[in-house]
């Protein structure tokens, strides 16, 4: 089964209100959807949303590196051949995550509709329900409030908050959401690197401490692993490394300047399913629990996400989120109250919307072996 054609399309997913956490804000969310068509008439879907605040890729980037480098040299590839993929575009292109990404999960869609089963039961998983939290950016306290209570009627039990306001702020609102929620309820925060230094992490840390927080994401700056260690020695609260590790290589060094608690896995800081799966042997073999996150994906980020979290047992949430932001999105990822119990179609399982995702499109390009167009 060879890749025949390619599609990639640039789009802006219009989100209900923006999303603010300590180093952005969103309005709306660009991301990019790739089609595959194989010599087999398989359609595989893939996306890539890049957040340059992470992985230092831009949607413009990310686009000319799939339109002129890596989609050109997919067409004739083996889908199946999703190792030999990921050892070419790696000597190729260092970093680029969220650009392999969007081929990955295309060519994992393909090999379940291949092999016509669900990606989450070809990847060793038995169950298509997870469970999504309600993720709260930082707006001010009654916009809060009147979010906690819209998601506690309907029926959400994981909230997570972002902080890095500063001590004050912050210490404000985490009282503020579990006054709401009460004690039945699971909070977690994430600074989003936002209190910058360790010292001032702990000071929030400890601060909130009494609040009853099942963690604490991402509490220093991205590069900073000394800092990270003083937190996770002397905090109260489990920690969990976001920003800090993209791939298997930062988690081993990670693991070797002395660990983390938890680690956040995503499929556009790593490169897709494959890496992922490999980042998560890593962390389960050194005792660190996995959560699979998302940046605001699609339906097709968000299925991939769901099936990876269900495929291995080290992997203990995810927070598969982008579709609940989005007031028109091209698939078909439904939340029933907190819980999303998505397709057993074979591979991702996605059912596109292709009149939506016509008018979503910014601009794009079809790619085959004798050339590319635009496309209209
Ligand atoms: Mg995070």
Redesign the pocket.
């Given at each position: 089964m060879k890749i025949a054609a390619a599609e990639l399309r640039r789009i802006h997913l219009p989100l209900r209100e923006p999303f603010k956490i300590a180093y952005n804000t969103w309005t709306s969310m660009p991301s990019l959807i790739l089609r595959l068509e194989t010599d087999t008439d398989l359609v595989g879907w893939g996306e890539s949303v890049p957040d340059e605040g992470v992985t230092g890729e831009t949607i413009e980037g990310v686009y000319a590196t799939l339109a002129e480098r890596l989609l050109p040299e997919l067409i004739g590839h083996d889908a199946f051949a999703i190792e030999e993929f990921h050892e070419r575009a790696g000597k190729a292109i260092n970093g680029g995550y969220a650009a392999k990404a969007a081929i990955d999960l295309a060519l994992f869609d393909l090999k379940g509709q291949s092999c016509n089963q669900p990606l989450y039961q070809m990847l060793g998983g038995n169950t298509n329900v997870v469970t999504a939290p309600a993720v709260l950016g930082m707006t001010a306290p009654q916009a809060l409030k009147d979010s906690l209570l819209e998601y506690m009627a309907a029926g959400y039990t994981h909230y997570k908050l972002k902080l890095g306001g500063g001590w004050a702020e912050d210490c404000r609102r985490v009282a503020l959401a579990r006054e709401t929620l009460g004690d039945g309820a699971t909070i977690k925060v994430?600074a989003?690197q936002g209190w910058g230094t360790w010292d001032m992490a702990l000071k929030v840390i400890r601060s909130i401490e009494p609040y009853n927080i099942e963690l604490v994401?991402?509490p220093v700056r991205h590069w900073d692993f000394a800092g990270l260690q003083r937190v996770r020695q002397n905090s109260p609260i489990p920690i969990m490394v976001?920003?800090g590790v993209c791939d298997a290589r930062d988690l081993l060094r990670l693991i070797l300047a002395g660990g983390i608690d938890w680690v956040?896995i995503k499929l556009m800081k790593c490169g897709g399913i494959l890496p992922a799966t490999k980042m998560a042997a890593l962390a389960e073999a050194a005792g660190i629990k996995v959560q699979v996150?998302s940046m605001l994906e699609s339906s097709i980020g968000s299925l991939a996400g769901a099936h990876l979290h269900r495929a291995q047992s080290c992997i203990k949430s995810s927070e598969m989120v982008g579709p609940r932001w989005f007031s028109q999105d091209i698939g078909d990822f439904r939340y029933q109250g907190c819980q999303v119990v998505f397709s057993d179609r074979p591979g991702l399982g996605v059912e596109i919307d292709e009149d939506m995702l016509k008018r979503l499109t910014v601009s794009g390009v079809r790619i085959e072996q004798s050339g590319a167009r635009p496309l209209p």
């Amino acid at each position: 089964m060879k890749i025949a054609a390619a599609e990639l399309r640039r789009i802006h997913l219009p989100l209900r209100e923006p999303f603010k956490i300590a180093y952005n804000t969103w309005t709306s969310m660009p991301s990019l959807i790739l089609r595959l068509e194989t010599d087999t008439d398989l359609v595989g879907w893939g996306e890539s949303v890049p957040d340059e605040g992470v992985t230092g890729e831009t949607i413009e980037g990310v686009y000319a590196t799939l339109a002129e480098r890596l989609l050109p040299e997919l067409i004739g590839h083996d889908a199946f051949a999703i190792e030999e993929f990921h050892e070419r575009a790696g000597k190729a292109i260092n970093g680029g995550y969220a650009a392999k990404a969007a081929i990955d999960l295309a060519l994992f869609d393909l090999k379940g509709q291949s092999c016509n089963q669900p990606l989450y039961q070809m990847l060793g998983g038995n169950t298509n329900v997870v469970t999504a939290p309600a993720v709260l950016g930082m707006t001010a306290p009654q916009a809060l409030k009147d979010s906690l209570l819209e998601y506690m009627a309907a029926g959400y039990t994981h909230y997570k908050l972002k902080l890095g306001g500063g001590w004050a702020e912050d210490c404000r609102r985490v009282a503020l959401a579990r006054e709401t929620l009460g004690d039945g309820a699971t909070i977690k925060v994430d600074a989003n690197q936002g209190w910058g230094t360790w010292d001032m992490a702990l000071k929030v840390i400890r601060s909130i401490e009494p609040y009853n927080i099942e963690l604490v994401e991402q509490p220093v700056r991205h590069w900073d692993f000394a800092g990270l260690q003083r937190v996770r020695q002397n905090s109260p609260i489990p920690i969990m490394v976001d920003e800090g590790v993209c791939d298997a290589r930062d988690l081993l060094r990670l693991i070797l300047a002395g660990g983390i608690d938890w680690v956040n896995i995503k499929l556009m800081k790593c490169g897709g399913i494959l890496p992922a799966t490999k980042m998560a042997a890593l962390a389960e073999a050194a005792g660190i629990k996995v959560q699979v996150g998302s940046m605001l994906e699609s339906s097709i980020g968000s299925l991939a996400g769901a099936h990876l979290h269900r495929a291995q047992s080290c992997i203990k949430s995810s927070e598969m989120v982008g579709p609940r932001w989005f007031s028109q999105d091209i698939g078909d990822f439904r939340y029933q109250g907190c819980q999303v119990v998505f397709s057993d179609r074979p591979g991702l399982g996605v059912e596109i919307d292709e009149d939506m995702l016509k008018r979503l499109t910014v601009s794009g390009v079809r790619i085959e072996q004798s050339g590319a167009r635009p496309l209209p």
